[in-house]
């Protein structure tokens, strides 16, 4: 049975500390549903009602698109080993982009990357549980370091122009405010 809580508590805390993956979904009032996995240890509870999750350069910037236009996020984590449960954060978001008033502040609390583009900042204002029991079993075998390498190789004077290039926009063709 699913349960609701007003913000996460220390065992919440403490399973979304051990997860190495979670996903996060947001949409607007048209085009497409945008659900995305993340990882690379690039999210942080800061309290009981606020995560912020970094965004890495990648081939889309869907999330930044929907937020600009409806600010709503879902952000979902599932346990792949031998406890079930699937824990999910409802709220709003804003985006902060680098370079920003904030990014420095939002950007210290993880590892410096060169690839880093947004800082998402959620207000939580539900957390739910639910069983989990239809998950696979999985183990987890390692990080990929390819996102990393990949924006090393580049450099970054470089980047910013691959944010021209792949960034500035959604599939839907909703502006995401890179590089404005």
């Known amino acids: 049975m699913a349960k ?31 659900v ?29 698109g929907h937020l600009a236009r409806v600010n709503r996020m879902t952000v979902m984590w599932c346990s792949f080993d031998r406890r079930p449960l699937i824990l999910r954060a409802y709220g709003t978001a804003q985006t902060v982009h680098r370079g920003a008033d904030g990014w420095d502040a939002l950007d210290a609390h993880f590892t410096p990357a060169i690839g880093a583009r947004q800082v998402f900042d959620m207000a939580v204002d539900l957390v739910q549980t639910s069983c989990g029991y239809a ?29 021209a290039e792949k960034n500035t926009r959604t599939i839907d063709g909703f502006p995401t405010g890179l590089g404005e």
Request: no cysteine; charged share 20%.
């Open 36 to 64: 995305s996995p993340k990882g690379m240890d690039s999210l942080r509870i800061l309290g009981p009602n606020r995560l912020i999750w970094r965004n890495l350069t990648g081939s889309g910037n869907e999330t930044a």
């Open 135 to 163: 998950v696979p079993l999985m183990e987890f075998g390692a990080e990929r370091d390819t996102l990393t390498r990949w924006a090393e190789d580049r450099g970054a004077e470089a980047i910013p122009a691959y944010w």
């Open 4 to 34: 609701q809580f007003p913000g996460f508590d220390e065992a919440h805390q403490g399973f979304v500390a051990a997860q190495h993956i979670f996903f996060v979904g947001t949409a607007v009032e048209t085009g497409r549903v945008n």
